[in-house]
């Protein structure tokens, strides 16, 4: 794991106009280095700011103050280099599970690959979520979970340097959640991406993660505390149960989340 | 279910001849209203030789449809091609939305027949000012659910499309249409109805040829009966029209294929 700074939020601001003059003062002094190769969560309460720092890094949405630099290069617009996969999916409903991540791979890797090639590389990502089977499927015919899968492969077949997931898996039952972590492991293992991941929940944070980024509540909500999940690759959960490691960081966040930044409202 | 089936035939059937009773009252009431069994016989008079043509003002009925079909969709197909890219247009751009709206408010309320007295005095010619009157009366619905279907694209597609930096072109055909398409079929079978109906009442002002001008004509020929076969005609095309265009519609719809 290489340890030099790939994306580096610089002292960022988000600041919402609202209506009548006000503003809302999302973020506040966002400051964060994130290495390549690194799965990093990033977690806290309902409203923030979580999302609004991955559509940040993501140019989905303009920085107010501050930068964000991706190898030096400052984010400014959306890009295919910094893929998202969207909590609803977001998969186009007319294309098949195979015709949704070839119009991807078209556009962005079209001008490089052969027909043959576009096919093989659509297949080898299909693939990788274990998917084959249903290829010609529509969204609307294929569960949650599945989805969610093909979103995933969408976002990695266009080979991006920073794979941006909000709250991934976050509108699944439990059992289909721990099956799409496993994948996630598994793949990034494979493919090595860089992946920052919002999520609701600790024990994902826990599990996936290199370093959990935990945020203080809003307004103005930033970085509260930083924890380094100091447990070796491949992870297996069965064998987490009762690791040390594991219960030191579960135990760290729900102190952060629940002790030191707890919110009534929820 | 056997009980289901039959009704579906029985009941109209049973409404068919209250309805021919008190058509037969009517006319029985009326002196010269035409009854029940003449139309019934005239029907077969009509029908018998549709294609005859005596020249301008005496041609058969099936010339007399084609010629209000012709023109209906004349109109609607330049009404499509002018009113789809508009409703692209005004979809997608706020400012283009702002700049056309207030004149499509205002437009679409007139009558079309409103239309036609300027038609007629800048084409002088009854074809054309025809043609234009149906593409006056088919674009604002187009226009109107092109728009709608455009704004109805999901937040989450249009990301899609940035991440993926989609040019506009691309943003257009691969996202925005098959968002629209079924909208824009909306719009165009909401047109289509209306200019089938619009079409009658201009041809009764042109005159010349078209159902609209027959009816209007054996009303000076006192052949009510007539009158009768046109209203039913009309009716039925009218109907055809509809469902045509609803199962064009659906096939286009991604939604109604088995796939939500
Ligand atoms: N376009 C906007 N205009 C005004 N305020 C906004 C806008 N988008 C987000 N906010 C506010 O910014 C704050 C952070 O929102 P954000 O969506 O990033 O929260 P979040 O941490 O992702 O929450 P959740 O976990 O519920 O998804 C919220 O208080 C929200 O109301
Ligand atoms: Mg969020």
């Known amino acids: ?266 | 279910m056997p009980f289901k089936a039959i009704n579906i035939l029985l009941l109209p059937l049973l409404l068919l001849g209250v309805m021919v009773g008190v058509w037969s009252y009517i006319a029985l009431k009326i002196p010269g209203f035409p009854t029940p069994s003449e139309v019934w016989s005239e029907l077969f008079v009509v029908l018998s030789d549709p294609l005859y043509n005596n020249g301008a003002g005496d041609q058969g009925i099936a010339l007399q449809l084609g010629n209000s079909l012709a023109r209906v969709f004349g109109g609607f197909a330049i009404a499509i091609a002018v009113g789809v890219p508009v409703g692209l247009l005004i979809g997608m751009s706020k400012s283009a939305y702002t700049a056309f709206n207030p004149y499509i408010q205002i437009l679409k309320p007139v009558s079309p027949l409103a239309w036609l007295p300027l038609a007629l005095f800048v084409f002088k010619e009854v074809n054309t000012t025809a043609i234009f009157v149906i593409f006056i009366t088919s674009i604002w619905p187009i226009i109107i659910n092109t728009a709608l279907g455009v704004r109805s694209v999901s937040e989450d597609y249009l990301n899609v499309a940035r991440v993926l930096q989609l040019t506009p072109f691309e943003k257009v055909f691969q996202i925005i249409l098959p968002v629209a398409v079924p909208f824009i079929f909306t719009g165009m079978r909401l047109s289509l109805g209306i200019a089938w109906l619009v079409i009658v009442a201009a041809e009764m002002l042109t005159g010349g040829v078209g159902i609209g001008f027959w009816i209007w004509d054996e009303y000076n020929n006192l052949n009510y009966a007539h009158i009768i076969i046109g209203i039913i005609l009309i009716g039925v095309i009218g109907y055809i029209l509809d469902t045509v265009m609803g199962l064009i519609a659906d096939f286009f719809d991604y939604r109604k294929r088995g796939r939500v």
């Open chain 1, 1 to 266: 794991m290489s340890l030099k700074t790939f994306l580096k939020i610089d002292h960022v601001d988000k600041v919402f106009p609202l209506g009548g003059g006000k503003e809302y003062v999302a973020l506040r002094d966002v400051e964060l280095e994130i290495r390549e190769n690194e799965i990093v969560s990033i977690i806290g309460h309902s409203g923030c700011g979580k999302s609004t720092i991955l559509n940040l890094i993501a140019g989905l949405d303009t920085i107010s103050k501050g930068t964000i630099l991706l190898e030096n290069k400052h984010i400014l617009s959306p890009g295919p280099e910094r893929a998202v996969v969207f909590q609803n999916h977001s998969l186009l409903p007319w294309l098949t599970v195979y015709q949704n991540i070839e119009m991807a791979v078209k556009k962005v890797l079209g001008s490089t690959l052969s027909a043959s090639e576009i096919r093989d590389h659509v297949m080898k990502y299909i693939s990788m979520v274990n998917l084959d089977h249903a290829k010609d499927k529509y969204p609307g015919e294929i569960s949650g979970g599945m989805k969610q899968r093909v979103g995933i492969a969408r976002a990695l077949s266009i080979q991006p340097k920073v794979l941006l997931m909000d709250e991934p898996f976050g509108a699944l039952d439990s059992l289909t959640r721990a099956n799409l972590q496993d994948h996630l492991m598994r793949i990034q293992m494979q493919t090595g991406n860089t992946v920052i991941i919002i999520t609701h929940d600790v024990d994902e944070a826990v599990l996936l993660s290199d370093r959990v980024i935990m945020m203080t509540n809003g307004p103005e909500a930033t970085i509260g505390e930083i924890l380094d999940v100091n447990l070796p690759r491949p992870r297996k959960r069965l064998e987490l149960q009762h690791n040390e490691e594991y219960l030191r960081c579960r135990e760290a966040i729900i102190e952060f989340l629940y002790s030191k930044f707890a919110k009534d409202d929820e």
